[in-house]
């Protein structure tokens, strides 16, 4: 075992924070923890213990006695019954023995068989881009077609497009920026819906009258507490679009939930006078942007030119994938954070949906619907525009509280400068720093079990926030934390916590339990299936992969496993091509397909180099290999040469 410790990788501006507020963090709080256990024991023998059991999350969670007994997928399919794969430096996709992958949607298909044609030297113009599927697959959801069998045969995937390369999107790259480039661009984002079936075993995108892409300027609405004519959101242009999808979650009325995350970077100015506003600067608002440069090219894009702009962003919108003609709605009633995923559960008739805001040292959110949602539905409201949101905060104990994000109760007052709940939604990061939230090592995605409705939350890495729930400082490997919601009942205001797993290399830090068959670092994408598999997918930033300077050169490319919540067994399922990040999972309801999501292959690394209007394939060319092609991101199918059910 080596002594040496990884720095702390520097890459993405989510491991930035933009928190300045004193709010006490997960680090903080195992201190306190620890230090309070030690006084009560008398000694550091009793410290220490606490520290291997906080940091083992999954052993010291088998024997505690509040959590369900185990039952293993309610005795229909074995949880894990596949030989774990080993990690990889490849430029490919590996699966387990007796699985076999085919490779659909990628980037440029268009998304009726009859639409534009993808063109391998990226000379597809905006309005082909339209109508083809977007860059850089994030969250996805598949919804059946049909009852029965002819459900998981056909259906409609949805599939949010996070962002773009604009290195691979144009053929001579992004040095030069044009209105054509940025009106492109701006159509590579947002999300795709696809028809799709499956024939002759394989599974293929139909003609459909469903099908349709929203981009970055799809008109949309907005609705609950924050409207499109509130003085913060006019503008001279209509209220369109929606940028940096990422995660997603689903309702239990059919409609998809796109999360907006790193919306801040899309917009700059070359104006010197201007500045960030305080609110803005909590965002991550800044004049040089995120790098794409788009506002140099438009002014919807310029902060000083259009300052409204970027108030109609930082939203979850949801989507019916059945309507196309229905408006993506802004549900403004969720708070505008860089949300990391929407994930919707029930409790005693009323939905609950938990979102992360991806950031270094922010927080964890949940919204509770007010009454049962399918009351509201048939009064024609959407359960999503009324409720209460909320904010975590993280004992030392190992209980926590959701904290209320409402105008009028605690310090969220006019006196203190909260004109109403729309000002609250429109800051809500102020809000929950007002309110005493805790900080945490970038929360990415939530998933609810189930079997009990514990609750899963990917921190992916952080500084460390001094504090139990964050118990490594610095923290590059990221872990997950589970609570559950006090009676088990995800409405209620208290909850009690436990780390599930500490990710790491265990050659570099010893309190890590995993070995070469799950070995991972940085997990990001989150989801249970319907047995009760929990599936964690990792997003090893392309500065750390692979380089042992980073403590990563055991962990290979990103990755996907598959745990066992009741033992925290983990194998590894599927390793990705160079560069790439494993970004989703969906399922169809008989569990035999997995569609699992490829993002940014080929993407500039630290370890391969960096692609060029040149040479595109210089990382990788994952999936096409042609030699005169890019490297897409895809959606990969998933199925079992028996027909089995993916992952018993
Ligand atoms: Fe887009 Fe936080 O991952
Ligand atoms: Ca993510
Ligand atoms: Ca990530
Ligand atoms: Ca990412």
Redesign the pocket.
Known sequence: MSAQRPVFPEV?P?EVSSNPSGNRTFGEVVERRMSRRAALKGGTVAAAGFLVAAQLGSTAVAAEPTRAPAGRGGGRHPLLGFDPVSVSRDDTLVVPEGYQTQVLIPWGTPIRPSGPRWSKDASNSAAEQAQQVGMNH?GMHFFPLGNGREGSRRGMLVVNH??VDQQLLFPDGDEEMTTEKVDKAVAAHGVSVVEIERRDGGWRVAESRRARRITGDTPVDFSGPVRASHPSLRAADRPAGTL?N??NGYTPWGTYLTCE??WNNYFGTEDADWEPTPSQARYGVSSAGGGYRWHEADSRFDLAANPNEINRFGWVVEIDPMKPDAKPVKRTALGRV?H?GCTVTESRGRVVAYT?D?QDGDYIYKFVGDGNWRVQRALGRSPLDHGTLYVARFEDDGNGEWLPLVHGRGPLTRQNGWADQADVLLRTREAADAVGATRMD?P??IAVNPRNQDVYCTL?NGSGWNNAVNPRKPNPYGHIVRWTEKRRDNTSTTFEWDIFVLAGDPEYDPAVELDETNVFGSP?GLAFDEDGRLWILT?VSNSSQNLPSRGYDNIGNNQLLVADPDTGEIRRFLTGPRGA?I?SVAFTPDQKTLFVNVQHPGEATTAWGAPSPENPRAVSNWPDFDPEGRPRSATVVITRTDGGVIGA
């Open positions: 993405d989510d994030d996070e962002y940096n990422c995660s995350e790193n860089k990391e992360g991806d970038r990415e995605w992916t990001d997003d990040e970004t």
